[in-house]
């Protein structure tokens, strides 16, 4: 194992450096009374050659079972605590694990499937426990059989342990050549469960399209090719592995057959007694099953190499946005909600099939979604990269609700994922209250914002639940009251079990008009000095979203709401209209001076009442 590893191993293992000790010198009086033991024997056989006695007998029988019995209480103990070294550890990892990706930003998410991420915080965190439990113990007891046993077989007789060991270097030259093999064949292992993950949580989420378009058939088809490749990949490994460790029990056991051989003659010729030959064959034994072993370990070890390699990549990934060292506080009660953005520019790149593979297997549902990516580390126009935003210069005063329009792709969300500040920002471009937002601290920041996005997730929990995910103390009168504000208070009572009904993974029971009003309501909660709905309302008739709309003018004077939206007979309805096109701001102004002014949003409008009229 390099040297890296080695360290993150000391790592994980230094919160519990008094417990790994402990086991340590539990395996090595276990070891020392394995040694002893065998001596005992030697010298039971010899005694009873001399004069042989029943109460003798007893004696040496006693003491034996008394040793052999302490050797596996203290045995246990040190399993006790090796194993629950490796479980502390996994506790560990998994925690931090967890922590640690909820501080990076979203586009990390988009180039790493759930799929290979559940399996590194499961399949992988379990290998490292496996390692730390039983290939440390393993490890220490060979260490410590060794190095007890073998000056003692020494001294018994010099040349039989020579002759009886000259295997163990073959063994450890098999042991090297097979190594390297295993730990790519873990590797591949790895990978496949990964891929084969991701496959069933994604097609277990998307199982509603996967039979409206009827495809089944080719989900079966995917499924089995990426299962075959996981099939391939184990009967690797077990080829491997049912080549070496057998090979390794033979070799061990040759070196019983070699002492047995020699030893025979060695007593007939008087240099060794036969007290002293059982003691070497008891010893011998005891060395054939930890270096019989050692071929299992290895794999573990291999496969705990493997994991600790693909979980630490998940620690080395820093969060691209965070806190700036000298962050400005923003107490709530402060925020006004005035925004302002100058020369606003950012960049996206372009997704790459090496970096998602599953581009292959469908795109987003929404095509105003821009591709996230990564790494959001520059905000300078890139020759192969498209201007999401381009010298967007808008002014959002307190209090004011604002209707942002404008085509497909002419960057709507991305305004909307930047106010909170969900994209990695240059600095001086956008500002809350005359701050630039980049300064500003994360946690006040997004505190002033309550965002619904198109996509509207909720919880597998109650409706109650989900409108209260950001105020989880907030009353049942205030979730009715946000429900009300939302147009979904009605619908709900209908329900049978009305707030207390179950929405399933994702709102599945739910309309998408409903999770759209549900999302929204969570929103409305929090009661938020800024309020943005990023096409939130699209899957809602043009009537309620305009009622909606209305009410948040009406109800929330002192809030500044952001509308994102198609629905034209809404938005109409806002202070003032933002045009956008190609990442900048075309027309600003009230509806009826954008239709008397014509340009884009009058072409908009009519389009709109063209679809209305048809529909």
Request: proline letters at 4%; charged letters at 20%.
């Amino acid at each position: 194992m390099s040297r890296n590893r080695l360290k993150i191993l000391a790592h994980y293992l230094r919160p519990y450096k008094k417990q790994a000790i402990l086991g340590t010198l539990a395996l090595l009086v276990v070891n020392g009374l394995g040694v002893y033991i065998p001596l005992q024997i030697r010298q039971a056989i010899e005694d009873l050659q001399v004069t042989f006695s029943y109460d003798r007998i007893l004696f040496f029988a006693g003491s034996i079972f008394a040793l052999a019995s302490v050797m596996w209480l203290i045995r246990v103990a040190s399993r006790v605590y090796l194993f629950g070294l490796g479980r502390q550890v996994e506790f560990d990892l998994k925690q931090r694990i967890f922590e640690h990706l909820l501080t990076l930003e979203t586009g990390y998410f988009a180039s790493n499937t759930s799929g290979d991420l559940i399996n590194r915080a499961t399949s992988d965190v379990d290998n490292i426990r496996r390692m730390l439990g039983f290939a440390v113990l393993s490890l220490l007891n060979t260490t410590f059989a060794y190095a007890l046993t073998v000056p003692v077989l020494v001294s018994i007789s010099g040349k039989l342990t020579l002759l009886a060991m000259s295997v163990y270097p073959l063994m450890l030259a098999v042991v090297w050549v097979f190594s390297g093999r295993l730990r790519l064949e873990q590797a591949s292992v790895q990978e496949d469960l990964s891929r084969i993950s991701d496959l069933i949580q994604e097609d277990m989420s998307g199982i509603a399209p996967i039979k409206i378009y009827g495809q089944e058939l080719n989900e079966r088809a995917a499924f089995a090719t990426t299962n075959a490749s996981l099939l391939a990949s184990n009967l690797a490994l077990a080829r491997t592995r049912t080549t070496l460790f057998p090979l390794l029990q033979g070799l061990a056991a040759a070196s019983l057959l070699i002492l047995m051989a020699f030893g025979a003659g060695e007593i007939v010729r008087g240099a060794l007694d036969v007290g002293g030959l059982v003691a070497m064959i008891i010893y011998i034994d005891r060395l054939v099953f930890p270096t019989a072993l050692l071929g299992f370990t290895l794999t573990v070890f291999q496969r705990g190499q493997v994991s600790i390699d693909r979980v630490e990549a998940i620690f080395e990934r820093q969060p691209t946005i965070m806190d700036s060292a000298d962050a400005i506080e923003l107490p709530l009660h402060r925020v006004e909600g005035h925004i302002q953005a100058h020369d606003l520019t950012y960049v996206f790149p372009t997704i790459s099939t090496a970096d998602h593979a599953v581009a292959d297997r469908g795109v987003s549902d929404s095509a105003e979604m821009e591709p996230a990516h990564p790494d959001y580390t520059t905000n300078q126009p890139q020759p192969s990269h498209r201007k999401a935003l381009d010298r967007l210069n808008v002014e959002i005063p307190a209090g004011e609700t604002i209707a942002i329009v404008g085509p497909i792709g002419s960057g709507k969300s991305t305004l909307a994922n930047a106010i909170p500040r969900v994209l990695d920002l240059a600095p001086n471009q956008l500002f809350l209250d005359g701050i630039d937002i980049t300064r500003l601290r994360l946690h006040d920041l997004r505190r002033a914002i309550a965002y619904v996005p198109q996509d509207s997730f909720l919880f597998g929990t109650s409706i109650s639940n989900n409108i209260r995910y950001g105020c989880p103390d907030a009353s049942f009168e205030d979730v009715c009251r946000a429900a009300q504000a939302a147009q979904i208070h009605d619908e709900i009572l209908n329900f049978p079990q009305q707030y207390d009904t179950i929405v399933g993974e994702r709102g599945i029971t739910l309309s998408g008009g409903q999770r759209q009003r549900t999302a929204l309501a969570r929103a409305l909660l929090l009661d938020a000095p800024i309020l943005i709905l990023d096409d939130a309302l699209s899957s809602v008739d043009n009537q309620t979203a305009t009622q909606i709309l209305r009410n948040l003018s009406s109800g929330t004077r002192k809030k500044t709401v952001l509308f994102i939206s198609h629905q034209l007979s809404a938005a109409a309805t806002a202070d003032r209209v933002i045009v956008l096109d190609q990442g900048r701001a075309v027309q600003i102004g009230t509806h009826a001076t954008l239709l008397a002014e014509g340009g884009l949003y009058s072409s908009l409008w009519s389009e709109h009442q063209l679809e209305a009229l048809l529909a």
